[in-house]
């Protein structure tokens, strides 16, 4: 057995940081450090992530894929719609585990993402004791088609949260200025 499906997710978490960890690198090299982020305790509405920057608060359902992978489509909680400007980022991954580039599906910053009732209701992967692969009512299966690639991080960055002015980095003072909370 390989990785890949032994530590899935080890994985999955891995991907989790290295895009939001690009996400405040962007952030605090253009966008004055301005980002925030918050992890959900519990995945009950669709989100796995909370992202908030200028002035918008996006609901994020992560999904991550390789890049030699064939999935074709992904599937999305229904009360994601529900959260305001709701969205998946889709990463897609290297076999060294680099970003390589993203698929988003959602709407223009402080829209709501658009009702997924027009998508095929997802189906449990394995079959219960008959074989009968029953409905999962509060998941949509969205098509590859859906998403819009998105090549770089700071594209990325805008689709979710708008432009805004850059500006440079914020200043770190010098290793001899720094304070020390050390007690004498």
């Keep these: 057995m390989s990785l890949d499906s032994t530590q899935s997710v080890y994985r999955e978490n891995l991907l989790e940081h290295l895009l939001i960890g690009e996400l405040l690198k962007h952030a605090w090299l253009r966008r004055g450090a301005e980002l925030e982020v918050s992890f959900t305790a519990v995945d009950r509405s669709g989100h796995?992530?909370?992202?908030?920057?200028?002035?918008?608060?996006?609901?994020?359902?992560?999904?991550?894929s390789g890049t030699d992978a064939r999935t074709s489509s992904q599937a999305i909680h229904v009360h994601l719609a529900q959260k305001p400007s709701g969205c998946v980022i889709w990463t897609k991954f290297s076999r060294q585990l680099e970003l390589?580039?993203?698929?988003?599906?959602?709407?223009?910053?402080?829209?709501?993402?658009?009702?997924?009732?027009?998508?095929?209701?997802?189906?449990?992967?394995?079959?219960?004791?008959?074989?009968i692969k029953k409905e999962r009512p509060n998941l949509r299966v969205v098509p590859r088609s859906s998403f819009k690639r998105i090549d770089d991080?700071?594209?990325?960055?805008?689709?979710?949260?708008?432009?805004?002015?850059?500006?440079?980095?914020?200043?770190?003072?010098e290793s001899d200025d720094v304070e020390s909370n050390d007690v004498d």
């Design 48 to 64: 796995d992530i909370i992202l908030d920057a200028n002035g918008i608060t996006r609901h994020v359902q992560l999904k991550s």
């Design 100 to 131: 390589d580039h993203f698929l988003f599906f959602g709407n223009a910053p402080g829209e709501r993402l658009s009702n997924l009732d027009g998508f095929k209701t997802a189906k449990h992967t394995k079959g219960d004791s008959q074989g």
């Design 153 to 173: 991080i700071s594209t990325l960055y805008e689709l979710l949260f708008g432009p805004s002015p850059i500006q440079a980095a914020p200043s770190m003072p």
